[in-house]
């Protein structure tokens, strides 16, 4: 019963460097998302994909791409990392409410 | 800018006390949701309300959505070291399927 799988758990980039964060769910959901999470600020919405083919800008979009690769698998990338992307990032799939989330992804940029 | 806010942001306490969180909003939600979260985890669900004025009970947790379907409080009865986390909540809105996040709020129950 794995529900959405995100990988990896741990990362450290260095500035300018990029990478592509993975999320995978088997609950046949429709629509997928990618959060950031920083200390009080509570979940912040990157992007969504309310189906497979689609995708569309969140509250904080910028510095972010994305790729709903097919029903089951939404990426995250990052071109160039900035330390002001430093954060644990979640990634949820929902088929109407409520979201799934997966364990995230604690990202650091130096 | 849809806003939800929640308070308190951080909240100590011994085992046995009463607490509520709250979670305000000038923006109606369609529906409002409770989720926990613990350390090294995503958020998990723990109620939704939808209608106004509905009150929801798991076990020692009470739940309540405002009559105006703007505001939602978490209510907690003689809190157990268990119940220690970050607390949630998120409003639903119709108009665009977006869930609106408050920034948390982190429990702390002392034994």
């Known amino acids: 019963n794995a529900g959405v799988t995100q990988t990896p758990k741990f990362q450290v980039l260095k500035t300018g460097q990029s990478m592509t964060l993975q999320c995978a769910q088997d609950m046949n959901h429709n629509s997928m998302y990618w959060y950031r999470q920083d200390p009080g600020m509570g979940l912040r919405l990157i992007y969504y994909?309310?189906?497979?083919?689609?995708?569309d800008k969140g509250e904080v979009p910028n510095g972010y791409n994305v790729s709903r690769l097919n029903k089951r698998e939404f990426s995250l990338r990052l071109e160039s990392a900035a330390p002001s992307q430093t954060s644990v990032y979640f990634c949820?799939?929902?088929?109407?409410?409520?979201?799934?989330f997966g364990d995230g992804t604690r990202l650091s940029i130096l | 800018t849809q806003l939800l806010e929640q308070s308190p942001q951080f909240l100590s306490i011994q085992e046995g006390e009463n607490l509520t969180v709250y979670c305000n909003s000038s923006s109606v939600f369609s529906s409002l949701q409770w989720y926990r979260q613990e350390p090294g985890e995503g958020p998990v669900l723990l109620v939704t309300v939808v209608t106004g004025g509905e009150v929801k009970k798991l076990k020692r947790l009470t739940f309540q959505f405002g009559d105006a379907r703007k505001d939602s409080s978490l209510h907690i009865t003689a809190a157990q070291p268990g119940d220690t986390g970050l607390y949630l909540c998120?409003?639903?809105?119709?108009?665009?399927?977006?869930?609106?996040w408050g920034a948390g709020t982190k429990l702390i129950i002392k034994p």
């Open positions: 949820a799939s929902s088929r109407h409410q409520p979201q799934h």
């Open positions: 994909s309310a189906s497979e083919g689609t995708t």
């Open positions: 998120a409003g639903f809105m119709d108009s665009n399927y977006q869930l609106i």
